[in-house]
């Protein structure tokens, strides 16, 4: 597709329990962002890629949480151990350049019991 | 340390009035502003962006002012449609043109009543 696509739509997990959340982009997009937004509240920037540098991770909240990205393709979110704390919806976004808007895809809503 | 702050969560506007959408910063360093509108279970999408250097960018029926002094910047729909119920977020950045990731406030949530 044309978009930015995540998978899955919806994750229901354990307290507990590792869970990896996934970021298909825009071909040719070379920044990656992840962001989290928690039940009534704004976007929380957790990580940021681009290209070849070394990843921005200035806002992964634990180190239970970390996030891969080969080159410019698919990048995935794991996050260790969940905590309830850790449901949110986690949403990616890329940019085709450093000066351009980002697209954002549809989201993966985390639920932890 | 919030740098980027909508304090108003929600804002109810008649059809055909203007919407004004209000965001307010810390850090003076910032040198772009964007907002972006979220309709539920979908991604924000852009609408509006501007940069330090002006005061104002329009386009269409979307105007954004920015405030340097006052570290303001606000979004006026006008006029405002039943369409434009959403979630508006702004977000500011430094050093956008060299990569500085975003800064989102906590959101809006305007309705647009018919």
């Known amino acids: 597709g044309a978009g930015v696509s995540q998978s899955p739509s919806n994750k229901v997990t354990e307290k507990g329990k590792d869970v990896e959340l996934r970021c298909d982009p825009i071909?040719?997009?070379?920044?990656l962002y992840w962001y989290r937004q928690r039940l009534g509240q704004g976007l929380e920037f957790l990580i940021y890629f681009q290209g070849n540098s070394a990843p921005d991770k200035s806002g992964l909240p634990s180190d239970r949480f970390s996030a891969e990205r080969t080159g410019e393709s698919v990048s995935t979110l794991t996050i260790q151990r969940t905590q309830q704390e850790d449901s949110a919806v986690y949403l990616c976004?890329?940019?085709?350049?450093?000066?351009?808007?980002?697209?954002f895809g549809p989201g993966t809503r985390l639920t932890v019991l | 340390d919030q740098q980027v702050k909508q304090n108003s969560p929600s804002l109810s506007v008649q059809e055909g009035r203007i919407s004004i959408l209000n965001c307010d910063y810390t850090n003076s360093m910032f040198d772009y502003f964007l907002w972006y509108k979220k309709y539920p279970a979908e991604g924000p999408t852009f609408l509006i962006s501007i940069s330090s250097i002006k005061d104002k960018n329009e386009d269409g029926r979307f105007t954004v002012f920015l405030n340097k002094s006052a570290k303001h910047l606000s979004l006026h729909i006008v006029p405002s449609q039943p369409g434009d119920s959403a979630v508006y977020f702004c977000a500011a950045s430094y050093n956008y043109n060299q990569g500085g990731k975003l800064i989102f406030g906590q959101g809006t949530e305007l309705s647009v009543k018919p």
């Open positions: 071909s040719g997009h070379t920044a």
């Open positions: 976004a890329n940019q085709p350049g450093t000066a351009d808007t980002q697209y």
